[in-house]
């Protein structure tokens, strides 16, 4: 299994700003996703990151607002940007199709 | 998109009794997943299925993919403080998206 490390674990924003998480994978991997977890409800994945190409957004979510990094195949960067009180949940990466393996998330409150 | 229903929403067991909770889909899948999330973290792969009618246990756990590949459940037996937490189904759809269920919330009186 791989090992997933996220930063911040958890921030306090106020709205207008925006907040970039990094996502640090053990080993190399080719797909990485990030998830958003709203208050009391389920994960609905956001996007998934790609090495060395655009990332591949779902439905209701844009570019714009979820810009999204890949380096290389152990690291990942999600920015919420121009934040509000909704885009307070939890953000969470994972990585690897079928039996994926999540990281321990950012708590992001937005004020 | 495709929704998974999962219930119970919430369950409110004693410690030592079983439990048991499933998800359902009208779709076909090839995949079942069950995670556990803890407060505070990240979920955690408990048990994958793959193959339909597949019963895989892990400890106390028992899980099995439906012979329809429509629906899966999860046992926990003689249940301990430490099982508090949600319970999600998931399935892949697609070659690498994941869906999850809505979540069963799992309290445990001691």
């Known amino acids: 299994s791989a090992v997933i490390s996220q930063k911040p674990s958890r921030d306090i924003c106020q709205r207008g700003t925006s907040l970039t998480i990094q996502c640090q994978v053990d080993?190399?991997?080719?797909?990485m996703f990030w998830y958003r977890q709203q208050p009391g409800q389920s994960l609905t994945l956001i996007a998934t990151?790609?090495?060395?190409?655009?990332?591949?957004?779902e439905s209701g979510f844009v570019i714009d607002k979820f810009p999204i990094s890949r380096p290389n195949l152990t690291f990942s960067t999600l920015t919420v940007s121009n934040m509000s009180p909704e885009d307070s949940s939890i953000y969470l990466c994972?990585?690897?199709?079928?039996?994926?393996?999540f990281g321990p998330g950012t708590r992001l409150t937005v004020l | 998109g495709q929704q998974l229903n999962q219930s119970p929403q919430s369950m409110f067991i004693q410690e030592g009794e079983d439990v048991s909770m499933n998800c359902t889909s009208s779709s076909i899948f090839n995949t079942w997943l069950w995670y556990k999330q803890d407060p505070g973290e990240g979920p955690v792969l408990l048990i994958a299925l793959y193959k339909a009618g597949e019963l895989t246990s892990n400890g106390r756990l028992t899980a099995q993919f439906g012979i329809t590949r429509k629906d899966s459940f999860l046992n926990i037996s003689a249940s301990i403080p430490s099982d508090v937490g949600i319970y999600f189904c998931a399935t892949t759809q697609g070659a690498q998206k994941l869906v999850f269920g809505q979540g069963t919330r799992l309290t445990i009186n001691p």
């Open positions: 080993s190399q991997v080719t797909m």
């Open positions: 990151a790609n090495q060395g190409s655009e990332a591949t957004y």
């Open positions: 994972s990585v690897e199709p079928d039996t994926q393996y």
